[in-house]
Each structure stands twice: as structure tokens, then as C-alpha cells.
């Protein structure tokens, strides 16, 4: 069983930082592709970024290139999302998501994650 546990999330100003964490319970961590989606209000989930099980490989949505990263860590089964330069339109639920297939850019649906956190709450405010 794979158990995923979000945090980092809170309340900031518009141009502000966060940096979410997503801790995994399992033994093979380093076999699963990792991302990150969000969910506003009335909108559908929707992927923000994704990294490879060695982590040398990223794919970002266009609307947080260049502003968030993600990142890895093998040894401590954790993911992170580092967001910067925030904007009121990245207020949202996000979800930590695994899979054990990997990674390509084409992983963006919510149907190609099998394992799921129960997410972190981002409010930007303007």
C-alpha cells in the first residue's frame, strides 16, 4: 500500500513562495513516477508538474514554467513543489500523485496516477 502525506500549504501574498512536501510510505519509492496536480474551486484537477523516478527528468503545464520546480528525494521518500512567484490563479487543493509506470510527457491525466494524497490547501491572495 502506498500512502502519500501533503503539507506545506497555507495562505500568501501574490508574489510570495511556498515549498509543499510529500512524504511516501513505501519501500520503493524509487520506482515511482511523482507529480503534483491542483484542484481550484468548480475546476477540474489538473496536473501542474511531474518528475521521473531518478528524478532527472521534469515536465511542467505552461502555466507554472519557470516558477515552480520540482524535486526529489530517494532517501527521504519525499517529493517537494516549490513554488515561487505565486499568483492569486494558482489558488487551489494540491494532491501529491504516484504511479509505478513511468514518466512521459503525456502523464498529465489524473487516470494515469494510481495513488493519491489527500491534499493541501494554497490560498494566494492579490
Known amino acids: 500500500q502506498v500512502q502519500l502525506v501533503e503539507s506545506g500549504g497555507g495562505l500568501v501574498q501574490a508574489g510570495g513562495s511556498l515549498r509543499l512536501s510529500c512524504v511516501v510510505s513505501?519501500?520503493?519509492?524509487?520506482?515511482?513516477?511523482m507529480a503534483w496536480f491542483r484542484q481550484a474551486p468548480g475546476k477540474e484537477r489538473e496536473f501542474v508538474a511531474g518528475?521521473?523516478?531518478?528524478?532527472?527528468?521534469?515536465h511542467y503545464a505552461d502555466s507554472v514554467k519557470g516558477r515552480f520546480t520540482i524535486s526529489r528525494d530517494n532517501i527521504d521518500s519525499t517529493v517537494h513543489l516549490q513554488m515561487n512567484s505565486l499568483k492569486p490563479e494558482d489558488t487551489a487543493v494540491y494532491y501529491c500523485?504516484?504511479?509505478?509506470?513511468?514518466?512521459?510527457?503525456?502523464?498529465?491525466?489524473?487516470?494515469?496516477?494510481?495513488?493519491w494524497g489527500q491534499g493541501t490547501q494554497v490560498t494566494v491572495s492579490s
Open positions: 500523485a504516484a504511479d509505478f509506470a513511468p514518466l512521459r510527457a503525456t502523464k498529465t491525466s489524473p487516470r494515469d496516477y494510481n495513488f
Open positions: 513505501v519501500g520503493t519509492f524509487s520506482s515511482l513516477t
Open positions: 518528475i521521473s523516478r531518478s528524478g532527472g527528468l521534469t
